[in-house]
């Protein structure tokens, strides 16, 4: 059989581009002489609608778009995704399905069966699982169509309390009785550079357990904080991968079932993996929320430099404006390295020295702080004089201001509220700070871009004098491998202390984390790129005394 792989980058909502991108996709494939194109899970209302899917006329128009869609497919088949109406009166109102079309009319609706309900995943506030498996037969083979976590019942279980599997039930197990001679797996699966390989295994011991070619198709691009890779593939029934798309844009393929291609994707390095994730997490949040510009404050700092050379190559260098704001604490060596950054990038910039503004608000504080010591207060106003400007910026001519807090900051909060974790989207609060340097050196791999001097120095916040980050911190390296022992793997401070970490710097660095759920709760979505990434996928009570 001739299989089209349609892995296409999808808008929520937009009913008329995901439409019109399908039906592109249906005419190519005929054209090619394919017998079936196949599509993502929800691809025509794009992944995920959260509470969209409550609105009546939202479903309504996913439904006017499969009919749509359902009329350009004459002579061939193509299956996509998309909400469907449960019709009994008991349960929740939607499936999360799969719609089989040919002859301009739906033949089949296969609904989903493992609802995912963990991390960025809440399926089941709005779905209902389905309960029967059926298979069916086109062009002479005998399908089963699954939808993403289908497949994913073998995935192991991250707890204490002797759960061997996530689910009761395993849709495979029920597909593989009814013989089918080729699985197709509608997926929505996003990136994680710590899961980069789970997918692939998970699929590959599912084909060989069940002797089962399986078809995988995702979707790309970036919807929020959540950036989708693509990477779509076809198994043989000895895991085999026998074609494989492109990651992190767009791609589309004939595929001939029974004839081996071996057409795979070279290997790439984990951090230039992230660093796509990146670039296209940007790109998309500006393109879809219909912006063209992006701000950012460039300090000299390897955090600021590493957004900026993420956003000129997301975004393109004359859609990008810094502003430094140097301030009596700043180091001439890191005005200078932005300005070298600035010239190496082509981009516009202004400088306005902050001193001024600081000097008239601490003279304005300066009858209430009377008899008072300099503390960490002078240092914030420092920073929320940068806030105010990058947002004067921003508001003046339309610009999304891009924060440039790491996830090492972000998780012990290291950073202002209202001054440097303002921002439209933050890019790297989901890159520890040792990624951070490594991707810098990455990004200078061929020519230096960054100032080398930029990468060498020691991190600063510039606030007071001679400042350095491990002046209140740990050094990264350890601090880094702490944090994501406590956040990604989810152990306990005596299980990171029983690794050979110092005692009072594993519970000093929990007790941040844990006191600063405040500022995260007001931090601008953030990329991710972590299998636990701060935001929808970690929920911690604000108010609540465990620690």
Same mark, same amino acid.
């Given at each position: 059989m001739k299989i089209a792989i349609a892995q296409l980058n999808y808008h929520i909502g937009n009913f008329e581009l995901n439409t019109s991108k399908i039906i592109d996709c249906i005419s190519k494939s005929k054209v090619a002489g394919a017998d079936l194109v196949?599509?993502?899970?929800?691809?025509?209302?794009?992944?995920?609608?959260?509470?969209?899917?409550?609105?009546?006329?939202?479903?309504?128009?996913?439904?006017?778009?499969?009919?749509?869609?359902?009329?350009?497919?004459?002579?061939?088949?193509?299956?996509?995704?998309?909400?469907?109406?449960?019709?009994?009166?008991?349960?929740k109102k939607l499936f999360n399905s799969a719609f089989f079309i040919y002859d301009g009319t739906v033949q089949q609706v296969v609904n989903k069966s493992l609802l995912p309900t963990y991390d960025i995943f809440d399926e089941y506030r709005h779905f209902e699982p389905n309960?029967?498996?059926?298979?069916?037969?086109?062009?002479?083979?005998?399908?089963?169509?699954?939808?993403?976590?289908?497949?994913?019942?073998?995935?192991?279980?991250?707890?204490?309390?002797?759960?061997?599997?996530?689910?009761?039930?395993?849709?495979?197990?029920?597909l593989s009785a009814l013989s089918p001679d080729l699985v197709i797996n509608l997926s929505a699966?996003?990136?994680?550079?710590?899961?980069?390989?789970?997918?692939?295994?998970?699929?590959?011991?599912?084909?060989?357990?069940?002797?089962?070619?399986?078809?995988?198709?995702?979707?790309?691009?970036?919807?929020?904080?959540?950036?989708?890779?693509?990477?779509?593939?076809?198994?043989?029934?000895?895991?085999?991968?026998?074609?494989?798309?492109?990651?992190?844009?767009?791609?589309f393929r004939i595929i001939d079932t029974e004839i081996p291609s071996g057409n795979l994707q070279p290997k790439t390095e984990t951090i230039e993996k992230i660093h796509h994730a990146l670039v296209l997490g940007i790109r998309d949040y500006f393109t879809k929320m219909g912006f063209k510009k992006a701000t950012l404050g460039l300090s000299g700092g390897i955090d600021s430099?590493?957004?900026?050379?993420?956003?000129?190559?997301?975004?393109?260098n004359e859609n990008v404006r810094v502003l430094l704001m140097p301030s009596r604490f700043s180091s001439d060596h890191s005005v200078n390295d932005a300005l070298q950054l600035a010239q190496n990038l082509g981009i516009q910039y202004e400088t306005i020295p902050i001193q001024p503004m600081v000097?008239?608000?601490?003279?304005?504080?300066?009858?209430?702080?009377?008899?008072?010591?300099?503390?960490?207060?002078?240092?914030?106003?420092?920073?929320?004089?940068?806030?105010?400007?990058?947002?004067? !910026?921003?508001?003046?001519?339309?610009? %999304?201001?891009? =924060? *440039?807090?790491? +996830?090492?900051?972000? #998780?012990?909060?290291?950073?202002?509220?209202?001054?440097?974790?303002?921002?439209?989207?933050?890019?790297?609060?989901?890159?520890?700070?040792?990624?951070?340097?490594?991707?810098?050196?990455? !990004?200078?791999?061929?020519?230096?871009? %960054?100032?080398? =001097? *930029?990468?060498? +120095?020691?991190?600063? #916040?510039e606030l007071r004098p001679d400042q350095k980050d491990t002046d209140s911190l740990p050094d990264y390296d350890m601090l880094d491998q702490i944090l994501f022992d406590f956040i990604e793997l989810n152990l306990s401070p005596d299980e990171?202390?029983?690794?050979?970490?110092?005692?009072?710097?594993?519970?000093?660095?929990?007790?941040?984390?844990?006191?600063?759920?405040?500022?995260?709760?007001?931090?601008?979505?953030?990329?991710?790129?972590s299998s636990k990434a701060f935001g929808f996928g970690r929920r911690i009570p604000l108010v609540a005394r465990y620690s």
């Open positions: 196949v599509f993502s899970e929800l691809s025509v209302t794009g992944y995920y609608p959260h509470d969209l899917l409550e609105r009546k006329e939202f479903i309504e128009q996913s439904y006017k778009a499969i009919d749509k869609i359902a009329v350009s497919c004459t002579g061939i088949a193509a299956i996509i995704g998309a909400p469907s109406i449960n019709p009994e009166p008991r349960g309960k029967q498996f059926s298979v069916f037969n086109f062009a002479g083979k005998k399908l089963a169509i699954t939808i993403c976590e289908d497949l994913w019942d073998e995935q192991e279980t991250q707890n204490e309390f002797g759960r061997e599997k996530l689910y009761q039930i395993s849709p495979l197990k029920e699966s996003p990136f994680s550079y710590n899961q980069e390989n789970w997918r692939k295994n998970i699929l590959v011991k599912n084909a060989i357990k069940y002797q089962l070619p399986i078809l995988y198709v995702n979707q790309v691009g970036a919807q929020t904080e959540l950036v989708f890779d693509g990477g779509s593939f076809f198994l043989d029934k000895n895991g085999t991968i026998q074609e494989e798309l492109n990651y992190f844009e767009e791609d430099a590493l957004v900026l050379v993420l956003a000129v190559e997301a975004l393109g000097d008239s608000f601490e003279q304005s504080l300066s009858g209430v702080f009377a008899g008072l010591h300099n503390d960490v207060t002078e240092e914030n106003i420092q920073a929320r004089t940068r806030g105010i400007l990058l947002m004067a !910026i921003s508001n003046k001519f339309g610009n %999304i201001l891009l =924060n *440039t807090t790491n +996830k090492s900051e972000c #998780a012990v909060g290291y950073g202002t509220l209202y001054g440097d974790m303002n921002g439209g989207l933050s890019v790297l609060g989901d890159v520890y700070k040792t990624d951070v340097f490594k991707m810098a050196r990455w !990004i200078n791999r061929e020519r230096e871009i %960054i100032p080398e =001097n *930029t990468i060498l +120095k020691p991190p600063s #916040a990171i202390i029983a690794k050979g970490f110092d005692e009072a710097t594993v519970l000093r660095t929990v007790r941040m984390v844990n006191n600063n759920e405040y500022k995260r709760f007001q931090a601008p979505p953030i990329i991710r790129v």
